[in-house]
């Protein structure tokens, strides 16, 4: 509760800046021209956003050889998300829900937890692709900065260690488990003189590493099977940009195909690398001005973020906190 206190307050304080560095009376006069049923179509593709993430897990377990239920696995995904924001690491503490959810299904956990990394590994693929055509917008508009270079090859570099890692794990499990314990051993030593007690365990890294192992051997060798899980990644990341789509339609703000998709890359890029819960402050802080600089006004590029964030963040966070109380009732 007090680490939601927290996110809202900042929430509000990145809002209260931007309208006071604005023209009051211009980001005024674009609220009146808000067309409301926009915003409802937002919702909804928002909602879309939330169910499709059940068929993204859906295919990712039939890969692994796992039949379960879409609507089960949407609310456990959607719960993962919910623990992901109170206990940010990368989306790798929501994984443990999966973990959870098949212990109590009686399904491999080891598979689970296979399929939640998968599913990172497709959801920064996809967005490495959308990345990769904003940056295409950007350079031709000769428009890129020093932050977002840093921001993108951080994220680059992060995709390209996780990838490793699991394909490590496909070759050796043993060699995953000896990788993971190294890393845990030089966390461990960095956060020492702050924590006073090892923050990773070093033998929980070779367990993992069995359990990855376990279930990438059942991994079909066959790439196209691959691309189904793929092609929902990037349809989760079509939705997110229709609904930017949408808060530019909702104020009446001209946009063309390149502002939308370099301004999402931009804004998505600083959620994925920031060191807040889901980008909070941040994003509100920094789309605005990506915007700006691809040309939309600044109080229209003010409104735009915000409704964006509420859509995509606050209905989220909503959806997934009583998605995380439905799965804990349902385990009582």
């Known amino acids: 509760m007090k680490k939601s206190i927290v996110i809202l307050l900042l929430f509000i304080g990145v809002a209260v800046v931007a309208l006071s560095f604005g023209e009051l009376e211009n980001i005024l006069a674009t609220l009146q021209k808000a067309r409301l049923r926009y915003v409802f179509l937002g919702l909804v593709l928002e909602l879309l956003w939330n169910w499709n993430l059940g068929f993204t897990y859906k295919a990712i377990?039939?890969?692994?050889?796992?039949?379960?239920?879409?609507?089960?696995?949407?609310?456990?995904?959607?719960?993962?998300?919910?623990?992901?924001?109170?206990?940010?690491?990368?989306?790798?503490?929501g994984i443990a829900i999966f973990a959870g959810e098949a212990r109590q299904r009686g399904y491999p956990p080891g598979k689970a937890?296979?399929?939640?990394?998968?599913?990172?590994?497709?959801?920064?693929?996809?967005?490495?692709?959308?990345?990769?055509?904003?940056?295409?917008?950007l350079?031709?508009?000769n428009n890129i900065n020093a932050g977002e270079v840093a921001a993108s090859l951080l994220l680059l570099i992060a995709a390209s260690i996780f990838a490793s890692l699991l394909y490590l794990g496909y070759r050796s499990a043993e060699r995953l488990g000896n990788a993971l314990a190294r890393i845990a051993h030089v966390i461990n030593r960095l956060l020492k003189p702050f924590l006073h007690h090892d923050y990773l365990?070093?033998?929980?890294?070779?367990?993992?590493a069995n359990e990855v192992g376990e279930g990438l051997a059942d991994l079909p060798e066959k790439p196209k099977q691959l691309v189904v899980p793929f092609l929902h990644a990037l349809l989760n990341k079509a939705l997110l940009i229709s609904v930017l789509i949408c808060a530019f339609l909702a104020?009446?703000?001209?946009?063309s195909a390149g502002t939308i998709?370099?301004?999402?890359?931009?804004?998505?890029?600083?959620?994925v690398v920031s060191p807040t819960p889901n980008g909070i402050g941040i994003v509100e802080g920094l789309m605005p001005l990506a915007l700006t600089s691809l040309r939309v006004p600044v109080e229209a590029a003010v409104v735009i973020t915000l409704t964006y964030r509420g859509l995509t963040f606050w209905v989220m966070m909503a959806i997934a906190s009583w998605s995380f109380r439905r799965l804990h009732l349902s385990e009582i």
């Open 113 to 137: 937890t296979l399929a939640g990394a998968l599913f990172l590994l497709f959801d920064q693929a996809a967005f490495l692709v959308i990345l990769a055509l904003g940056w295409i917008v």
């Open 201 to 208: 365990s070093e033998e929980r890294a070779h367990t993992f």
């Open 139 to 141: 350079w031709r508009r």
């Open 251 to 255: 104020y009446n703000v001209p946009f």
């Open 61 to 93: 377990y039939h890969l692994l050889g796992i039949e379960e239920d879409r609507n089960r696995l949407t609310l456990v995904a959607s719960a993962s998300n919910f623990v992901n924001i109170v206990a940010p690491t990368g989306g790798v503490s």
């Open 261 to 271: 998709i370099a301004g999402w890359a931009i804004g998505y890029l600083f959620l």
